[in-house]
């Protein structure tokens, strides 16, 4: 059963600043600097994350012209799981052609930062960079039609300047891994 | 009729426990077998799992036999992947191969 989050909808997103697979950091736009901005925890080894990665992939696909960016995030503990180390994510990555980075959180601070529970666990902020929408991508992690319907419908209700009318779902996947 | 020995080892930080037992526990009806005889044992530690070769949440083992041959998953507390039969990532079992199982070892074998 996945704990209470301590980031919640209306709340600003903490900050987030990681590197990716090639040690480029990354961190959220500056307030204003994009319409809306997807920061989703994911890993390599879980079959909810895997099973809605291709779906979440596309929706960033989808909304690259309106200016939405993706952030992905792992915080998995690579010493004990090392499907999730960096070279194993880098190896994906670059396998797969992902279109938005896949950031280590080595410290799992960041994780800890914004309460993330499980993978895939998603979070919608608007310009300012306050969370809209928090949860899973879809009803059905092995429903490939669902098409990520919960996370489309967040991204226009923000990016038309409304509130999502389902400002949260139950994230639904594997803990996170911790230290 | 054979008994199989049933056994579904499960690890918490994995939601899908309730639907693996399901699974598992309408399939024996189906075929006869008592669904209240499933061992279902939890592997909270990483000692009980190297213990019990456990390579990820739910795992089904029926007279010791995995329903779905392993590979190379190695051995700790995560969720398991499946592959289901039209090639889908599952966190369960598919439900054709926990009959085929059960089956196989209701016959005495997997031949």
């Known amino acids: 059963m996945a704990q209470a989050s301590a980031t919640k909808v209306g709340d600003l997103a903490p900050p ?49 012209d309106r200016g939405v960016r993706f952030l992905a995030v792992n915080s998995n503990d690579q010493e004990r799981y090392p499907r999730d180390s960096l070279e194993a994510m880098r190896e994906r990555v670059e396998s797969e052609d992902w279109p938005f980075p896949y950031l280590h959180d080595e410290s799992q601070e960041a994780a800890r930062a914004w309460a993330a529970q499980v993978t895939p666990h998603l979070y919608v902020l608007d310009s300012e960079l306050r969370i809209r929408y928090e949860g899973a991508p879809d009803p059905d992690h092995m429903d490939p039609g669902q098409d990520a319907v919960w996370l489309r419908e967040a991204l226009d209700a923000v990016l038309v300047g409304t509130a999502p009318a389902r400002a949260a779902t139950d994230p639904v996947g594997c803990s996170i891994k911790w230290k | 009729m054979r008994e199989p020995r049933v056994e579904l080892l499960w690890w918490e930080g994995c939601p ?38 456990f390579v990820g949440s739910p795992t089904i083992r029926v007279d010791g036999r995995d329903v779905q041959p392993l590979s190379d998953e190695p051995i700790g507390l995560s969720c398991r992947v499946y592959r289901t039969t039209d090639g889908r990532v599952s966190p369960v079992p598919d439900r054709l191969e926990v009959r085929q199982t059960l089956t196989d070892a209701m016959k005495g074998g997997d031949d």
């Open chain 1, 16 to 64: 987030l600043e990681l590197p990716d697979t090639s040690g480029t950091v990354h961190a959220l736009p500056t307030r204003d600097e994009a319409p809306a901005t997807v920061v989703v925890w994911t890993c390599n080894h879980c079959p909810y994350a895997l099973g809605w990665h291709d779906r979440i992939v596309q929706v960033a696909r989808d909304y690259e």
């Open chain 2, 16 to 53: 899908s426990t309730d639907e693996a037992l399901a699974i598992l526990r309408e399939e024996m009806a189906e075929l006869g077998l008592d669904p209240g005889a499933i061992d279902a044992r939890e592997v909270s530690t990483d000692a009980e799992a190297r213990r019990e070769e």
